[in-house]
């Protein structure tokens, strides 16, 4: 018998998605989905939907003849077959290209959208738009630029009359799209493009409105590293709120492996593997028991690896059940010497960022911290968000345990930054392109402990 056996549906698509790039093994692909997808109920393929769709739909022009009508026979299946079934997730699934052959197909995903309020639509876009997948976060914001084009008028009425059911959404779709614009900083991409023209239909806002809505929890306080149970408290907290989500979007073959080597390795490193994990989903609470120690002036509670494993939702164990015990690796990246200070001489954001947060994870102390960032060099790689969150640690590791030339070169970064006359334009990129200045509480993320820079 084997652990895995709660998510088998994406244990089976991921491979098969990915092989979906390959023009040599796209045909097989299809063949094998053909029959996956017909034998599988239906309630299994919720979340997978608007992905598979999604993807099949991208790939069906480039396809060959005889690939073109396995792509449209699965499609017809799970739309038009399967509507009454999947009628609720089709609903979050985008329109297809306008194709003859897809004619029907949005037909019926059409129908299943306007079936509901403009308040209920515009929820649902902004739920759509905020999916982990680049792909899909930039069809939805394509979708809802329409939809606020064609309801320009109506939902103009309803903020200047203050439409008490109205008002709320009208606040979270635009803290969604300023959310969006600083999804993917220094780079030129879908999202925050889309959610710029977006914006621009709704108009402005009293930005006082938008202090009322829920703001994200505040992070724990930074873990002492020397400390095993500190450590694997902040690699849980690490794994949760910042690399599930993201592992959850399936790209190419080299990006899904580095989320998948770097999440394999943290939950190694925690003691989560398929051994620890048989048997009962919940111990006695006399054998739960657990000691506590005194760090920092925190209670540390000592977790056995079952207790870490449950204590995450089900939705992030049934995402992280694919990577326990994995055999995925990694080349060791080659070490180079780097300018200092980084900034101004390198000309972008994700560029600085990167080689910054890379060559500081070189640097850390201690066999906990090292265990952990290195994990996750490679996924910093093209993840200008994660560098953010680990950055402040990195930093603070440096400052308290690295030598005296690591800090003055932390210095040295942070006072080019921050020093008089620096012009944001030397980063390569425009305000509006994505990089705004961000406000003084934004830029200092450690506060009072330390002065950390996070530039966005």
């Not at 197909?105 to 739920?127: A, C, G, P, T, Y």
């Not at 239909?201 to 930074?222: C, D, F, H, M």
């Not at 907290?237 to 993201?246: H, N, T, W, Y």
């Not at 690295?402 to 930054?417: F, H, K, N, P, W």
Request: aromatic share 6%.
């Amino acid at each position: 018998m084997t652990l895995l056996t709660v998510d088998w549906p994406k244990q089976i698509f991921s491979p098969l998605l990915i092989a979906l790039d390959s023009r040599e093994l796209r045909l097989q692909s299809l063949q094998v989905m053909v029959g996956i997808v017909r034998i599988v109920p239906s309630g299994h393929l919720d979340e997978l939907l608007s992905l598979l769709v999604h993807t099949l739909a991208g790939i069906y022009q480039s396809s060959r003849s005889e690939e073109q009508p396995r792509i449209q026979e699965i499609l017809d299946f799970l739309v038009l077959d399967c509507q009454e079934d999947l009628a609720e997730p089709l609903e979050n699934v985008g329109a297809l290209p306008n194709l003859p052959n897809f004619r029907d197909i949005n037909r019926v995903l059409s129908q299943l959208k306007q079936q509901h309020s403009l308040d209920q639509q515009l929820r649902r876009f902004i739920e759509r738009s905020r999916h982990e997948n680049a792909n899909l976060a930039a069809q939805a914001l394509l979708e809802l630029k329409e939809f606020l084009l064609t309801n320009e008028q109506v939902i103009l009425d309803m903020a200047l009359q203050k439409d008490k059911e109205m008002e709320p959404t009208l606040y979270k779709l635009i803290q969604m799209l300023l959310e969006g614009i600083g999804r993917y900083k220094g780079l030129d991409a879908d999202v925050p493009r889309r959610c710029i023209e977006c914006l621009g239909i709704v108009g402005a806002i009293n930005p006082t409105k938008l202090a009322r809505s829920p703001q994200e929890p505040a992070k724990s306080l930074y873990p002492n590293f020397n400390d095993l149970e500190d450590s694997r408290n902040f690699v849980c907290e690490l794994i949760q709120a910042q690399l599930v989500g993201r592992s959850r979007s399936i790209g190419d073959f080299r990006s899904e492996s580095r989320w998948a080597f770097a999440l394999q390795t943290l939950l190694s490193f925690c003691g989560i593997t398929k051994a620890v994990l048989i048997g009962p989903e919940q111990l006695p609470s006399t054998q739960r028991a657990s000691s506590q120690t005194t760090v920092s002036s925190r209670r540390i509670v000592a977790k056995t690896p079952k207790d870490r494993w449950y204590d995450f939702p089900r939705h992030v164990r049934d995402v992280l059940e694919l990577f326990i015990d994995a055999k995925y690796s990694q080349d060791a990246a080659a070490a180079s010497d780097l300018p200092c200070p980084l900034f101004p001489e390198v000309k972008t954001f994700q560029r600085w960022i990167t080689l910054w947060t890379r060559g500081l994870i070189s640097k850390v102390k201690g066999q906990n911290a090292r265990e952990i960032f290195q994990a996750l060099k490679h996924v910093a790689l093209n993840d200008t968000n994660t560098c953010q969150y680990i950055l402040p640690h990195l930093v603070l590791n440096v400052l308290l345990e690295g030598s005296e030339q690591d800090r003055t070169e932390i210095l040295t970064e942070i006072g080019a930054v921050l020093g008089p006359g620096k012009d944001w334009r030397r980063l390569g990129t425009q305000p509006t392109a994505g990089m705004p200045p961000q406000s003084t509480n934004e830029l200092y993320h450690l506060g009072s402990q330390v002065c950390i820079i996070m530039l966005g």
